[in-house]
Protein backbone atom coordinates (compact mmCIF):
# COMPACT_ATOMS: atom_id res chain seq x y z
CA UNK A 1 0.00 0.00 0.00
CA UNK A 2 1.09 3.60 -0.56
CA UNK A 3 2.56 5.66 2.39
CA UNK A 4 0.50 8.59 1.27
CA UNK A 5 -0.31 10.25 5.06
CA UNK A 6 -4.01 8.76 6.28
CA UNK A 7 -7.20 10.79 6.08
CA UNK A 8 -9.69 11.48 9.13
CA UNK A 9 -12.80 12.03 8.86
CA UNK A 10 -15.18 15.01 10.72
CA UNK A 11 -15.61 12.79 14.24
CA UNK A 12 -11.82 12.14 14.68
CA UNK A 13 -11.45 13.91 17.78
CA UNK A 14 -14.60 12.30 19.10
CA UNK A 15 -12.98 8.68 18.59
CA UNK A 16 -9.96 9.58 19.88
CA UNK A 17 -11.42 10.81 23.27
CA UNK A 18 -13.69 7.98 23.35
CA UNK A 19 -10.74 6.31 23.82
CA UNK A 20 -10.94 4.45 20.39
CA UNK A 21 -8.67 2.04 19.02
CA UNK A 22 -7.29 3.82 15.63
CA UNK A 23 -6.25 1.38 12.72
CA UNK A 24 -5.12 2.85 8.78
CA UNK A 25 -8.48 1.34 7.24
CA UNK A 26 -8.91 2.22 3.03
CA UNK A 27 -6.64 5.20 3.73
CA UNK A 28 -8.65 6.02 6.26
CA UNK A 29 -7.60 6.20 10.53
CA UNK A 30 -10.83 4.73 11.91
CA UNK A 31 -11.89 3.52 15.14
CA UNK A 32 -11.34 -0.35 15.08
CA UNK A 33 -12.95 -0.36 18.39
CA UNK A 34 -13.80 1.37 21.68
CA UNK A 35 -12.53 0.53 25.10
CA UNK A 36 -15.78 -1.94 25.39
CA UNK A 37 -14.28 -4.30 22.58
CA UNK A 38 -15.83 -5.51 19.92
CA UNK A 39 -18.18 -8.46 21.58
CA UNK A 40 -19.45 -5.87 23.52
CA UNK A 41 -20.04 -3.71 21.01
CA UNK A 42 -21.30 -6.14 18.83
CA UNK A 43 -23.89 -7.67 20.82
CA UNK A 44 -25.24 -3.91 21.91
CA UNK A 45 -25.97 -3.17 18.47
CA UNK A 46 -28.01 -6.16 17.96
CA UNK A 47 -29.91 -5.29 21.26
CA UNK A 48 -29.42 -1.52 21.54
CA UNK A 49 -28.19 0.72 19.24
CA UNK A 50 -24.89 1.34 17.53
CA UNK A 51 -23.32 4.69 16.42
CA UNK A 52 -20.99 3.90 13.51
CA UNK A 53 -18.54 7.22 11.72
CA UNK A 54 -18.89 5.79 8.25
CA UNK A 55 -17.68 9.27 6.68
CA UNK A 56 -14.89 7.46 4.89
CA UNK A 57 -17.12 6.20 2.10
CA UNK A 58 -17.49 7.79 -1.08
CA UNK A 59 -20.73 9.99 -1.44
CA UNK A 60 -21.60 11.72 -4.81
CA UNK A 61 -24.08 12.98 -7.06
CA UNK A 62 -24.53 11.60 -10.43
CA UNK A 63 -26.71 14.78 -12.40
CA UNK A 64 -28.26 14.94 -15.47
CA UNK A 65 -31.13 17.14 -17.12
CA UNK A 66 -34.11 14.47 -15.68
CA UNK A 67 -34.59 11.07 -13.86
CA UNK A 68 -34.84 9.50 -17.00
CA UNK A 69 -31.50 10.66 -18.54
CA UNK A 70 -29.66 10.06 -15.65
CA UNK A 71 -31.54 6.54 -15.21
CA UNK A 72 -30.27 6.04 -18.41
CA UNK A 73 -27.07 6.42 -18.04
CA UNK A 74 -26.45 4.58 -14.48
CA UNK A 75 -27.78 1.64 -16.10
CA UNK A 76 -24.82 1.43 -18.74
CA UNK A 77 -22.52 1.10 -15.35
CA UNK A 78 -24.99 -1.02 -12.87
CA UNK A 79 -27.88 -3.70 -13.73
CA UNK A 80 -30.04 -2.93 -11.15
CA UNK A 81 -33.20 -1.27 -12.89
CA UNK A 82 -32.96 2.72 -12.20
CA UNK A 83 -35.27 4.06 -14.11
CA UNK A 84 -37.43 2.23 -11.92
CA UNK A 85 -36.70 3.44 -8.85
CA UNK A 86 -39.25 5.64 -7.02
CA UNK A 87 -38.71 9.28 -5.64
CA UNK A 88 -36.38 8.82 -2.31
CA UNK A 89 -36.12 4.97 -3.47
CA UNK A 90 -32.75 3.53 -2.73
CA UNK A 91 -31.24 0.43 -4.65
CA UNK A 92 -27.97 -1.53 -3.72
CA UNK A 93 -26.39 -2.56 -6.64
CA UNK A 94 -22.80 -3.36 -8.31
CA UNK A 95 -20.42 -1.80 -10.62
CA UNK A 96 -19.38 -4.12 -12.99
CA UNK A 97 -16.81 -4.21 -15.35
CA UNK A 98 -17.07 -5.11 -19.33
CA UNK A 99 -16.26 -9.04 -18.00
CA UNK A 100 -19.21 -9.03 -15.43
CA UNK A 101 -16.79 -8.70 -12.58
CA UNK A 102 -17.76 -6.57 -9.83
CA UNK A 103 -15.43 -3.03 -10.09
CA UNK A 104 -17.48 -1.99 -6.53
CA UNK A 105 -21.12 -2.23 -4.45
CA UNK A 106 -22.80 1.18 -3.95
CA UNK A 107 -26.26 2.17 -2.33
CA UNK A 108 -28.05 4.27 -5.50
CA UNK A 109 -31.20 6.55 -4.17
CA UNK A 110 -33.57 8.56 -6.47
CA UNK A 111 -33.38 12.55 -4.90
CA UNK A 112 -36.60 13.95 -4.76
CA UNK A 113 -34.97 17.38 -3.61
CA UNK A 114 -36.71 20.35 -5.68
CA UNK A 115 -35.25 21.39 -8.75
CA UNK A 116 -33.14 18.27 -7.84
CA UNK A 117 -35.01 15.98 -9.95
CA UNK A 118 -32.47 14.85 -12.25
CA UNK A 119 -30.02 13.60 -9.16
CA UNK A 120 -28.74 9.98 -8.01
CA UNK A 121 -27.01 10.29 -4.60
CA UNK A 122 -24.32 7.47 -4.37
CA UNK A 123 -23.05 5.80 -1.30
CA UNK A 124 -19.75 3.34 -2.05
CA UNK A 125 -16.61 1.88 -0.75
CA UNK A 126 -14.07 3.91 0.90
CA UNK A 127 -11.02 1.91 -0.69
CA UNK A 128 -13.18 1.83 -4.06
CA UNK A 129 -14.07 5.40 -4.25
CA UNK A 130 -11.66 6.93 -6.52
CA UNK A 131 -11.64 4.20 -9.11
CA UNK A 132 -15.31 4.47 -9.11
CA UNK A 133 -15.57 8.17 -9.79
CA UNK A 134 -13.20 8.13 -12.29
CA UNK A 135 -15.33 4.96 -14.03
CA UNK A 136 -18.02 7.12 -13.37
CA UNK A 137 -16.14 10.71 -15.53
CA UNK A 138 -14.96 8.07 -18.03
CA UNK A 139 -18.19 6.31 -19.07
CA UNK A 140 -21.05 9.26 -18.28
CA UNK A 141 -22.67 10.90 -21.10
CA UNK A 142 -21.78 14.73 -21.48
CA UNK A 143 -25.64 15.56 -20.22
CA UNK A 144 -24.38 14.16 -17.36
CA UNK A 145 -21.92 14.60 -14.54
CA UNK A 146 -20.62 13.31 -11.31
CA UNK A 147 -20.37 15.48 -8.52
CA UNK A 148 -18.21 13.90 -5.53
CA UNK A 149 -19.71 14.75 -2.11
CA UNK A 150 -17.54 17.45 -0.81
CA UNK A 151 -17.30 17.77 3.32
CA UNK A 152 -19.89 15.21 3.85
CA UNK A 153 -20.31 12.69 6.98
CA UNK A 154 -22.18 9.73 7.28
CA UNK A 155 -23.20 8.32 10.38
CA UNK A 156 -24.95 5.05 11.05
CA UNK A 157 -27.30 4.39 13.38
CA UNK A 158 -28.32 0.62 13.93
CA UNK A 159 -30.19 -1.77 16.20
CA UNK A 160 -33.41 -2.51 17.51
CA UNK A 161 -33.68 0.62 19.26
CA UNK A 162 -32.28 3.03 16.63
CA UNK A 163 -35.99 4.61 15.62
CA UNK A 164 -37.11 5.07 19.07
CA UNK A 165 -33.77 6.92 19.74
CA UNK A 166 -34.14 9.11 16.45
CA UNK A 167 -37.70 9.58 17.33
CA UNK A 168 -36.91 11.57 20.47
CA UNK A 169 -35.24 14.06 17.93
CA UNK A 170 -37.65 14.21 15.11
CA UNK A 171 -40.46 11.60 15.50
CA UNK A 172 -41.30 11.73 11.81
CA UNK A 173 -38.30 9.48 11.15
CA UNK A 174 -40.70 6.75 12.27
CA UNK A 175 -42.37 7.39 8.83
CA UNK A 176 -38.95 6.59 6.57
CA UNK A 177 -39.70 2.69 4.92
CA UNK A 178 -37.14 0.52 4.36
CA UNK A 179 -34.65 1.37 1.32
CA UNK A 180 -36.09 4.75 1.25
CA UNK A 181 -34.82 8.03 2.66
CA UNK A 182 -35.92 11.58 3.87
CA UNK A 183 -34.63 14.57 4.66
CA UNK A 184 -35.36 15.86 7.78
CA UNK A 185 -34.31 18.07 10.57
CA UNK A 186 -32.88 16.73 13.58
CA UNK A 187 -32.14 19.05 16.15
CA UNK A 188 -31.38 21.79 13.69
CA UNK A 189 -29.29 19.74 11.51
CA UNK A 190 -30.35 19.08 8.14
CA UNK A 191 -29.86 15.47 7.34
CA UNK A 192 -30.49 13.31 4.18
CA UNK A 193 -31.92 10.02 6.48
CA UNK A 194 -32.02 6.83 4.34
CA UNK A 195 -33.64 3.56 6.57
CA UNK A 196 -30.86 1.01 5.41
CA UNK A 197 -27.46 -0.07 6.90
CA UNK A 198 -25.10 -3.14 6.75
CA UNK A 199 -25.62 -5.08 10.34
CA UNK A 200 -28.55 -6.66 9.24
CA UNK A 201 -30.83 -4.42 11.83
CA UNK A 202 -33.74 -1.87 11.64
CA UNK A 203 -31.76 1.35 11.25
CA UNK A 204 -30.62 4.57 9.27
CA UNK A 205 -27.57 5.76 7.37
CA UNK A 206 -27.24 9.79 8.00
CA UNK A 207 -26.00 11.72 5.34
CA UNK A 208 -24.61 15.22 7.13
CA UNK A 209 -22.47 18.06 6.72
CA UNK A 210 -18.82 18.06 8.44
CA UNK A 211 -19.89 21.33 9.99
CA UNK A 212 -22.53 19.24 12.26
CA UNK A 213 -21.42 16.35 12.10
CA UNK A 214 -19.69 15.93 15.85
CA UNK A 215 -22.84 17.83 17.06
CA UNK A 216 -24.88 15.46 15.73
CA UNK A 217 -22.37 12.37 17.09
CA UNK A 218 -22.53 13.94 20.47
CA UNK A 219 -26.02 14.28 20.79
CA UNK A 220 -26.78 10.51 19.86
CA UNK A 221 -24.61 9.57 22.23
CA UNK A 222 -26.11 11.38 24.95
CA UNK A 223 -29.02 8.92 24.53
CA UNK A 224 -28.70 5.99 27.16
CA UNK A 225 -29.40 3.22 24.31
CA UNK A 226 -26.51 4.41 21.98
CA UNK A 227 -23.07 3.11 21.95
CA UNK A 228 -20.36 3.64 19.78
CA UNK A 229 -19.38 0.99 17.27
CA UNK A 230 -16.31 0.29 15.81
CA UNK A 231 -15.07 -1.16 12.28
CA UNK A 232 -14.34 -4.72 14.43
CA UNK A 233 -18.13 -4.95 15.00
CA UNK A 234 -19.29 -3.56 11.59
CA UNK A 235 -17.50 -6.89 9.95
CA UNK A 236 -19.12 -9.00 12.60
CA UNK A 237 -22.17 -7.64 12.19
CA UNK A 238 -22.93 -7.91 8.43
CA UNK A 239 -20.94 -11.59 8.05
CA UNK A 240 -23.80 -12.58 10.53
CA UNK A 241 -26.25 -10.58 8.16
CA UNK A 242 -24.73 -12.45 5.26
CA UNK A 243 -23.90 -8.94 3.29
CA UNK A 244 -21.06 -8.70 0.92
CA UNK A 245 -17.37 -7.01 1.94
CA UNK A 246 -15.74 -5.58 -1.03
CA UNK A 247 -12.45 -6.70 -1.44
CA UNK A 248 -13.37 -10.35 0.22
CA UNK A 249 -16.52 -11.75 -0.52
CA UNK A 250 -17.10 -9.57 -4.15
CA UNK A 251 -13.95 -8.49 -6.30
CA UNK A 252 -13.20 -8.11 -10.33
CA UNK A 253 -13.17 -11.62 -10.84
CA UNK A 254 -16.89 -12.21 -9.29
CA UNK A 255 -19.87 -11.79 -11.16
CA UNK A 256 -23.41 -10.61 -9.36
CA UNK A 257 -24.56 -14.35 -10.00
CA UNK A 258 -21.56 -16.38 -8.29
CA UNK A 259 -22.26 -13.93 -5.51
CA UNK A 260 -25.99 -14.75 -5.03
CA UNK A 261 -26.51 -11.42 -5.78
CA UNK A 262 -29.17 -11.91 -8.58
CA UNK A 263 -31.88 -10.21 -6.15
CA UNK A 264 -30.44 -6.75 -7.08
CA UNK A 265 -30.67 -7.51 -10.61
CA UNK A 266 -34.63 -6.33 -11.54
CA UNK A 267 -36.59 -8.37 -13.93
CA UNK A 268 -35.94 -6.04 -16.87
CA UNK A 269 -32.70 -5.21 -16.70
CA UNK A 270 -32.31 -9.47 -16.90
CA UNK A 271 -34.32 -9.54 -20.06
CA UNK A 272 -32.97 -6.13 -21.39
CA UNK A 273 -29.42 -6.29 -20.50
CA UNK A 274 -27.41 -3.60 -21.61
CA UNK A 275 -25.02 -2.73 -18.88
CA UNK A 276 -21.39 -3.56 -18.73
CA UNK A 277 -20.74 -7.30 -17.96
CA UNK A 278 -24.26 -8.04 -19.91
CA UNK A 279 -23.10 -11.22 -21.11
CA UNK A 280 -21.48 -13.18 -18.70
CA UNK A 281 -24.23 -11.85 -16.24
CA UNK A 282 -27.45 -13.29 -18.47
CA UNK A 283 -25.60 -16.53 -19.52
CA UNK A 284 -24.86 -17.10 -15.89
CA UNK A 285 -28.74 -16.60 -15.18
CA UNK A 286 -29.30 -18.61 -18.09
CA UNK A 287 -26.38 -21.71 -17.35
CA UNK A 288 -26.22 -21.33 -13.50
CA UNK A 289 -23.03 -20.01 -12.34
CA UNK A 290 -19.70 -22.51 -12.10
CA UNK A 291 -19.42 -21.18 -8.56
CA UNK A 292 -21.20 -19.14 -5.76
CA UNK A 293 -21.29 -17.62 -2.62
CA UNK A 294 -22.47 -19.58 0.15
CA UNK A 295 -22.55 -19.27 4.41
CA UNK A 296 -20.35 -21.78 5.77
CA UNK A 297 -21.27 -23.45 9.11
CA UNK A 298 -17.83 -24.71 10.84
CA UNK A 299 -19.06 -27.57 13.31
CA UNK A 300 -16.90 -26.97 16.02
CA UNK A 301 -15.59 -23.52 17.34
CA UNK A 302 -12.38 -22.50 15.38
CA UNK A 303 -13.14 -20.16 13.15
CA UNK A 304 -12.10 -20.70 9.62
CA UNK A 305 -10.58 -17.30 8.10
CA UNK A 306 -10.29 -16.03 4.87
CA UNK A 307 -8.37 -18.04 2.45
CA UNK A 308 -9.59 -21.15 3.93
CA UNK A 309 -9.60 -23.60 1.40
CA UNK A 310 -12.89 -25.86 1.29
CA UNK A 311 -13.00 -29.19 0.37
CA UNK A 312 -15.49 -32.29 -0.56
CA UNK A 313 -15.62 -34.96 1.58
CA UNK A 314 -12.88 -36.66 -0.04
CA UNK A 315 -10.62 -33.67 0.25
CA UNK A 316 -10.53 -32.64 -3.01
CA UNK A 317 -10.62 -28.60 -2.95
CA UNK A 318 -14.21 -27.26 -4.19
CA UNK A 319 -13.74 -23.61 -2.82
CA UNK A 320 -12.43 -21.20 -0.29
CA UNK A 321 -13.64 -18.97 2.73
CA UNK A 322 -13.78 -15.18 1.14
CA UNK A 323 -14.72 -14.30 5.02
CA UNK A 324 -14.89 -15.64 8.44
CA UNK A 325 -14.28 -15.03 12.01
CA UNK A 326 -16.56 -15.28 15.25
CA UNK A 327 -20.29 -14.62 14.92
CA UNK A 328 -21.62 -13.26 18.80
CA UNK A 329 -25.13 -13.76 17.62
CA UNK A 330 -24.41 -16.93 16.05
CA UNK A 331 -22.66 -18.14 19.00
CA UNK A 332 -19.87 -19.87 17.43
CA UNK A 333 -17.95 -19.63 14.32
CA UNK A 334 -19.60 -18.02 10.96
CA UNK A 335 -17.95 -17.75 7.10
CA UNK A 336 -19.00 -17.57 3.62
CA UNK A 337 -17.01 -18.43 0.46
CA UNK A 338 -17.26 -19.59 -2.71
CA UNK A 339 -17.75 -23.09 -4.09
CA UNK A 340 -18.57 -25.45 -7.25
CA UNK A 341 -22.06 -24.50 -7.91
CA UNK A 342 -23.10 -28.63 -7.17
CA UNK A 343 -22.07 -28.04 -3.52
CA UNK A 344 -24.02 -24.65 -2.91
CA UNK A 345 -27.33 -26.37 -1.69
CA UNK A 346 -27.65 -25.87 1.73
CA UNK A 347 -26.96 -28.52 4.24
CA UNK A 348 -24.03 -29.70 2.17
CA UNK A 349 -21.35 -31.04 3.97
CA UNK A 350 -17.52 -29.48 3.50
CA UNK A 351 -15.01 -29.44 5.01
CA UNK A 352 -12.36 -26.94 6.31
CA UNK A 353 -9.20 -27.39 5.77
CA UNK A 354 -7.73 -25.00 9.55
CA UNK A 355 -4.12 -25.49 10.45
CA UNK A 356 -3.67 -28.71 7.91
CA UNK A 357 -6.15 -30.55 9.70
CA UNK A 358 -10.23 -31.30 7.95
CA UNK A 359 -13.05 -29.72 9.70
CA UNK A 360 -16.28 -30.43 9.40
CA UNK A 361 -18.59 -27.77 8.10
CA UNK A 362 -21.87 -27.57 6.55
CA UNK A 363 -23.07 -25.10 3.38
CA UNK A 364 -25.59 -22.89 5.24
CA UNK A 365 -28.34 -20.42 3.73
CA UNK A 366 -27.21 -16.76 4.60
CA UNK A 367 -28.08 -15.39 6.57
CA UNK A 368 -26.63 -16.24 9.93
CA UNK A 369 -28.65 -14.43 12.35
CA UNK A 370 -32.39 -13.46 10.50
CA UNK A 371 -32.65 -9.58 8.80
CA UNK A 372 -34.58 -7.31 11.31
CA UNK A 373 -35.35 -4.94 8.47
CA UNK A 374 -38.34 -2.72 8.93
CA UNK A 375 -40.49 -3.72 6.12
CA UNK B 1 10.46 -19.52 41.74
CA UNK B 2 9.25 -15.82 40.51
CA UNK B 3 7.00 -15.90 37.30
CA UNK B 4 9.10 -15.15 34.39
CA UNK B 5 7.98 -13.74 30.83
CA UNK B 6 9.46 -13.83 27.39
CA UNK B 7 9.52 -11.98 24.34
CA UNK B 8 6.35 -13.46 22.50
CA UNK B 9 3.97 -12.14 25.18
CA UNK B 10 3.66 -15.55 27.85
CA UNK B 11 4.40 -16.02 31.68
CA UNK B 12 6.25 -19.02 32.80
CA UNK B 13 5.36 -19.99 36.13
CA UNK B 14 7.80 -23.29 37.69
CA UNK B 15 7.01 -25.63 40.38
CA UNK B 16 10.03 -28.47 40.67
CA UNK B 17 10.11 -29.00 36.87
CA UNK B 18 6.25 -28.50 35.70
CA UNK B 19 6.48 -24.90 34.29
CA UNK B 20 2.60 -23.56 34.19
CA UNK B 21 2.55 -21.17 31.00
CA UNK B 22 0.09 -18.80 29.52
CA UNK B 23 -0.12 -15.32 27.69
CA UNK B 24 0.35 -12.02 29.37
CA UNK B 25 -2.57 -9.32 30.23
CA UNK B 26 -0.48 -7.42 28.05
CA UNK B 27 -0.88 -10.02 24.98
CA UNK B 28 -4.65 -10.35 25.73
CA UNK B 29 -5.08 -6.46 26.11
CA UNK B 30 -3.71 -6.58 22.11
CA UNK B 31 -5.61 -9.49 20.96
CA UNK B 32 -9.42 -8.82 22.60
CA UNK B 33 -11.64 -11.01 22.97
CA UNK B 34 -10.68 -14.41 22.51
CA UNK B 35 -13.25 -16.51 21.39
CA UNK B 36 -11.50 -19.92 20.24
CA UNK B 37 -7.94 -21.47 22.04
CA UNK B 38 -6.32 -24.69 20.36
CA UNK B 39 -4.53 -26.23 22.66
CA UNK B 40 -1.63 -29.28 21.85
CA UNK B 41 -2.62 -32.30 22.89
CA UNK B 42 -1.36 -34.08 26.50
CA UNK B 43 2.01 -35.77 25.87
CA UNK B 44 3.12 -34.09 22.78
CA UNK B 45 6.61 -32.49 23.12
CA UNK B 46 7.22 -28.73 22.31
CA UNK B 47 10.20 -27.13 21.47
CA UNK B 48 11.29 -24.04 22.70
CA UNK B 49 10.34 -21.40 20.03
CA UNK B 50 7.89 -23.85 18.55
CA UNK B 51 4.27 -23.71 17.76
CA UNK B 52 2.50 -24.58 21.17
CA UNK B 53 -1.32 -22.88 20.96
CA UNK B 54 -2.89 -20.99 19.14
CA UNK B 55 -5.57 -18.55 20.26
CA UNK B 56 -8.03 -16.96 18.05
CA UNK B 57 -9.76 -13.51 19.18
CA UNK B 58 -12.95 -11.77 17.05
CA UNK B 59 -10.36 -9.81 14.88
CA UNK B 60 -7.82 -12.40 13.81
CA UNK B 61 -5.61 -16.02 14.47
CA UNK B 62 -2.72 -15.70 16.45
CA UNK B 63 0.17 -18.45 17.36
CA UNK B 64 1.65 -18.99 20.62
CA UNK B 65 5.25 -20.18 20.69
CA UNK B 66 6.65 -22.54 23.43
CA UNK B 67 8.80 -20.26 25.93
CA UNK B 68 10.66 -23.46 27.00
CA UNK B 69 11.16 -26.99 25.95
CA UNK B 70 9.50 -30.22 27.20
CA UNK B 71 6.27 -32.46 27.35
CA UNK B 72 2.99 -31.15 27.80
CA UNK B 73 1.48 -32.87 31.05
CA UNK B 74 -1.67 -30.63 30.86
CA UNK B 75 -4.00 -28.52 29.48
CA UNK B 76 -6.52 -25.83 30.76
CA UNK B 77 -9.85 -27.71 29.68
CA UNK B 78 -11.46 -24.87 30.86
CA UNK B 79 -10.53 -22.44 28.15
CA UNK B 80 -12.66 -25.09 25.62
CA UNK B 81 -15.91 -23.67 27.20
CA UNK B 82 -14.90 -20.46 28.47
CA UNK B 83 -12.13 -18.90 26.36
CA UNK B 84 -13.19 -15.62 27.36
CA UNK B 85 -11.41 -16.68 30.74
CA UNK B 86 -8.29 -15.78 28.93
CA UNK B 87 -9.61 -11.88 28.48
CA UNK B 88 -10.47 -12.20 32.44
CA UNK B 89 -7.44 -13.50 34.35
CA UNK B 90 -4.54 -14.07 31.61
CA UNK B 91 -1.97 -14.32 34.16
CA UNK B 92 -4.21 -16.89 36.22
CA UNK B 93 -6.89 -19.01 35.42
CA UNK B 94 -6.62 -18.27 31.92
CA UNK B 95 -3.74 -20.79 31.62
CA UNK B 96 -3.21 -22.72 28.78
CA UNK B 97 -0.81 -25.61 29.88
CA UNK B 98 1.79 -27.28 32.26
CA UNK B 99 4.45 -28.46 30.27
CA UNK B 100 7.41 -30.68 31.61
CA UNK B 101 10.67 -29.26 31.63
CA UNK B 102 13.51 -31.14 30.02
CA UNK B 103 16.10 -28.17 29.54
CA UNK B 104 15.60 -26.37 32.92
CA UNK B 105 18.28 -23.52 31.83
CA UNK B 106 16.24 -22.43 29.24
CA UNK B 107 14.65 -20.59 32.16
CA UNK B 108 17.44 -18.23 32.18
CA UNK B 109 16.90 -16.87 29.00
CA UNK B 110 13.15 -15.10 30.35
CA UNK B 111 12.32 -11.83 31.53
CA UNK B 112 11.67 -11.12 35.53
CA UNK B 113 8.72 -9.13 35.45
CA UNK B 114 10.46 -5.18 35.78
CA UNK B 115 12.18 -6.23 32.87
CA UNK B 116 9.11 -7.52 30.54
CA UNK B 117 7.28 -4.44 31.73
CA UNK B 118 9.85 -2.14 30.54
CA UNK B 119 10.30 -4.54 27.21
CA UNK B 120 6.35 -4.46 27.01
CA UNK B 121 6.70 -0.18 27.15
CA UNK B 122 9.80 0.04 24.71
CA UNK B 123 7.89 -2.20 21.85
Known amino acids: MSEAPLQRTALYAQHAALGAKLVPFAGYEMPVQYPTGILAEHNWTRTHAGLFDVSHMGQA ?8 TTAAAMEILVPADIAALKPKQIRYSQFLNEEGGILDDLMITRAAYPGYE ?26 VTLKRGEGMSLIALQGPKAEAVLARINPAVREIAFMSY ?12 SRSGYTGEDGYEISIWDKDAARLWQLLLTEPEVKPIGLGARDSLRLEAGLCLYGHDIDETTSPVEADLLWSIQKRRRIEGGFMGTARVLKEIADGPVRKRVGIKPEGRAPAREGTVITDMTGRQIGVITSGGFGP ?30 MPAQVISLPFVPHNYKR | MPVKFSQDHEWVSVEGDIATIGITNHAQEQLGDVVFVELLAIGKKVTKGGEAAVVESVKAASEVYAPVTGEVVDV ?8 ALVNRGAEGGGWFMKIKLSNPAELNDLMDKPAYDKFVASH
Open chain 1, 329 to 358: TANGPVAMGYVEAAFSKADTAVQLVVRGNS
Open chain 1, 118 to 143: GWLYIVCNAGRKRQDFAHLEKHLPPA
Open chain 2, 76 to 83: NKELEGDP
Open chain 1, 182 to 193: ESLDLAGITAHI
Open chain 1, 61 to 68: FIIGPDQA
